[in-house]
Every structure is written in structure tokens, then in C-alpha cells.
């Protein structure tokens, strides 16, 4: 079991009002990265309007795109 995991399995115990304040401050711990959450789906956009003008036949499972696009930010 990740340390994720478990500190979710803890969290998942406490009071709603506790999880409440906790996922307030998780969220607000993520407003760094969400411009380059931002950058990286502007990109993937653009990448995949192109490539559907240019193969309109050809198409891409969304789930491979999100979990390219969580790598790449990720991994900054």
C-alpha cells in the first residue's frame, strides 16, 4: 500500500467538517501548478485540432491523451 493510500485511507475516517478543511488545503496547495495544467491542455488542444483537420478518420483515446498530458506536467 502507497503512502497515498494510506493517508487517504486516515482522511476517509475523520469527521466531514476534518476532510472538508483537508481537501480545501489540498486544493489550494495545486494553484501553483494549475497554470501549467493550463499550458499543457492549451497545447494538447491545439495538437489534437491539427491532427483532426489533418487525419479526420484517425482517432485517439481520450484516456492516453489525459495520462500523456498528467506525465508531462508531473513530471516538471
Do not use: F, K, Y
Request: charged content about 35%.
Amino acid at each position: 500500500m502507497t503512502g497515498a493510500h494510506q493517508v487517504l485511507e486516515a482522511a476517509l475516517q475523520l469527521s466531514p467538517n476534518d476532510r472538508a478543511r483537508i481537501a480545501a488545503e489540498l486544493l489550494a496547495s495545486l494553484d501553483d501548478q494549475e497554470q501549467d495544467v493550463r499550458a499543457a491542455w492549451a497545447a494538447e488542444i491545439a495538437r489534437r485540432a491539427e491532427d483532426a483537420c489533418t487525419n479526420p478518420d484517425d482517432e485517439e483515446d481520450w484516456r492516453a491523451a489525459l495520462s500523456e498530458v498528467q506525465r508531462e506536467v508531473l513530471s516538471r
